[in-house]
């Protein structure tokens, strides 16, 4: 159902890295910013990245985000057990006229 | 405090009816695009319905078209989803989330409110 494709998940050892992609269509992330959402474990979703690299105030560095044709990618730096949540990129499709979110990907630290 | 606070949800049947509202406080409410998402137990974020600033337009996704209808009060800074024809599949935590348009991102959660439909 979902429009934009994540993977289901990705871990890693604190400290290292994780990168996660989101690929869409020329609809959605193509013409649009693409944002990120981090959602803890029983708590509402957050925005993490904005404009597609973007970071709201109170957001650390290890977070990054880019983004290239009809794909994007989050990437966390520096694992902290605290980093453990669901990912989630999301954007606008203009073809839908309709708020769209990708499949989530589950981070966790081993 | 930018918020925003979810409140209407519960137990309802199948083909029942339910109405939440979302109260903003912190920001200019009538200056911006407001959505309702969902989340169905264990599964990932669906965005379920979207209204601008001066109600002009709407759209609703369409496993909730004809069944679902978003409206706002900007007089009251409340934000509403009347939800009729309910079903189980309907089973969800409902958030309100503030749709910045230029960056196209859903900069603000509420903490969400849970509608179960079960006979």
């Known amino acids: 159902q979902s429009v934009l494709t994540q993977p289901p998940s990705v871990s890693a050892a604190p400290g290292q890295k994780v990168t996660i992609s989101c690929s869409g269509s020329?609809?959605?992330?193509?013409?649009?910013?693409v944002s990120w959402y981090q959602q803890l474990p029983g708590t509402a979703p957050k925005l993490l990245i904005y404009?597609?690299?973007k970071r709201p105030s109170g957001i650390p560095d290890r977070f990054s985000g880019s983004k290239s044709g009809t794909s994007a990618t989050l990437g966390i730096t520096g694992l902290q057990t605290g980093d453990e949540a669901d990912y989630y990129c999301?954007?606008?499709?203009?073809?839908?006229?309709?708020?769209?979110f990708g499949t989530g990907t589950k981070v966790t630290v081993l | 405090e930018v918020q925003l606070v979810e409140s209407g949800g519960g137990l309802v049947q199948p083909g029942g009816s339910l109405r939440l509202s979302c109260a903003a406080s912190?920001?200019?409410?009538?200056?911006?695009?407001m959505t309702w998402v969902r989340q169905a137990p264990g599964r990932g974020l669906e965005w379920v319905s979207y209204?601008?600033?001066?109600?002009?337009?709407?759209h609703h996704a369409d496993s909730v078209k004809g069944r679902f209808t978003i409206s706002r009060d900007n007089a009251k800074n409340s934000l509403y989803l009347q939800m009729n024809s309910l079903r189980a599949e309907d089973t969800a935590v409902y958030y309100c989330?503030?749709?910045?348009?230029?960056?196209?991102?859903?900069?603000?959660w509420g903490q969400g409110t849970m509608v179960t439909v079960s006979s």
């Open positions: 989330a503030r749709f910045e348009e230029v960056a196209d991102a859903f900069d603000i």
């Open positions: 209204i601008n600033g001066g109600t002009s337009t709407i």
């Open positions: 999301g954007t606008w499709d203009g073809s839908l006229s309709a708020g769209v």
């Open positions: 020329s609809s959605n992330i193509g013409n649009n910013y």
């Open positions: 404009e597609n690299n």
């Open positions: 912190g920001f200019s409410f009538r200056a911006y695009s």
